[in-house]
């Protein structure tokens, strides 16, 4: 379950030029589940129209609260105790020192003093309108509040010259927002529990400029990292070199070959709860790998390169689990669930994920997935075609399924 389904939101809009990034902010949060209502600034209506943001969430958005015709209804305090979270973006140093000196003088900021749900903000304006030390003396003053404020972006400011104080894009305020409201909150399901997992292909070095590895892109990886830390897990993430971005909250482990990744598993093994092997481990590495560049013969003679097979990383472990769950993977182009059935004893896992990568859509490099999921002595489970990342949260609402079963 996303924890922005069927969150109320209030998104508050003050006036700057990034007034018109807290749609794409909003379309985000909207797209996750949540419900977003908008309080405008009446300086934010400058740069981007109410209708925009009324149409945009199917919502009325709240400017001017002095003109309601419902007798019963006052707009602010309606809005403020329908809100569970409350997000200022962006938030104009106008804003900040507003509502750092509790000041209630329009409908946006009498929303957010009156206002009971946690408050983030997100501050975006002018290098040094951020450097001042009001502004900043304000921010402190936010934080001793118990509001929570994201460090703005570095970069090219509007004004032409570089600095700090731009509004982060979009995806990485949702992802600071969503790492926030996982902290915020204590019993969600992975709660307390270690959260080790790997991804990518490793890298068997031939020489120090080639190596051998495979198609795999980590994507699947990385969403049950990112999936792990929004059901709450503190999560570390093995990861061979990818260009993917690392989920918010999730500590990150960069490794080459399958020896570096045993060694890495293997030191963070005894403390893990939950460990789920999404990497894709070559069986075989050369023997030796060249210290120098492999020149081409002047002969034209084949290159015969011997490979030697690699550690088996679950075999390995497999004497030292004691109450660790372990969750494989099994990547197959045929007689798919006959191999994965037989990867499942041989190797001691919980839940073994089968993947027909032969298929379009299905594993390696693409954004979606479809698995069977095979467990000891139980029916398999096959999933829809669907994104990595529900994919992910399948395999881990059956683990926790699974380990509410066993305790
Ligand atoms: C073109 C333009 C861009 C602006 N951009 C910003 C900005 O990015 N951040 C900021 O703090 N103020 C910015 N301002 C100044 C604010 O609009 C001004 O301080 C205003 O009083 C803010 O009102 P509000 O906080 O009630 O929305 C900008 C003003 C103009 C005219």
Redesign the pocket.
């Given at each position: 379950m996303d924890i922005w389904n069927e969150r109320h939101v209030t998104v508050v809009v003050?006036?700057?030029?990034?007034s018109y990034k807290a749609l794409l902010v909003i379309r985000q949060l909207m797209k996750r589940g949540a419900t977003v209502r908008v309080a405008m600034?009446?300086?934010?209506t400058?740069?981007v129209t109410p209708l925009t943001f009324q149409t945009l969430t199917g919502q009325p958005v709240v400017v001017d609260e002095f003109t309601t015709s419902d007798p019963h209804h006052v707009v602010h305090v309606a809005l403020a105790d329908w809100t569970e979270t409350l997000v200022m973006v962006?938030a104009?140093?106008?804003?900040i020192a507003?509502v750092a000196n509790g000041l209630a003088d329009?409908a946006?900021t009498t929303t957010i003093l009156a206002t009971t749900a946690p408050k983030f903000v997100i501050?975006?304006?002018?290098s040094h309108?951020y450097a001042n030390p009001a502004t900043q003396r304000n921010l402190d003053q936010l934080t001793t509040d118990g509001l929570h404020v994201m460090a703005p972006a570095t970069g090219l400011l509007?004004e032409g010259y570089a600095g700090r104080?731009r509004l982060p894009e979009p995806a990485e305020i949702v992802a600071w927002l969503t790492d926030q409201l996982i902290q915020l909150t204590p019993a969600l399901p992975l709660s307390g529990q270690n959260v080790l997992v790997t991804a990518g292909g490793t890298r068997e070095a031939i020489d120090p400029v080639r190596y051998i590895s495979n198609r795999s892109s980590g994507k699947m990886g990385y969403a049950v990292a990112q999936a792990a830390r929004e059901m709450g897990a503190t999560v570390t993430l093995i990861s061979t070199p990818t260009h993917l971005p690392v989920p918010a909250g999730v500590q990150m482990v960069t490794v080459n070959s399958a020896a570096e990744l045993l060694t890495a598993v293997s030191a963070r093994f005894s403390t893990t709860d939950l460990l789920v092997m999404a990497a894709a481990v070559s069986d075989y590495r050369p023997v030796n790998a060249a210290d120098e560049k492999i020149k081409k013969p002047a002969n034209h003679a084949n290159l015969t390169i011997e490979l030697t097979e690699t550690p088996d990383i679950l075999k390995t472990l497999a004497p030292q689990k004691t109450t660790q769950y372990v969750v494989g993977f099994a990547a197959e182009t045929q007689h798919l669930l006959a191999n994965a059935q037989r990867k499942l004893t041989s190797k001691k896992v919980d839940l073994l994920v089968a993947n027909d990568v032969s298929k379009a859509g299905v594993g390696f490099n693409g954004d979606t997935n479809q698995v069977t999921l095979l467990r000891p002595g139980q029916d398999s489970v096959k999933t829809p075609l669907q994104s990595k990342l529900a994919v992910a949260r399948t395999i881990l609402e059956t683990v926790v399924a699974d380990q509410a079963w066993r305790h």
């Open positions: 003050s006036g700057g030029i990034a600034t009446a300086h934010a400058e740069f962006p104009t140093a106008n804003l507003k329009d946006a501050p975006a304006m002018n309108m509007a104080g």
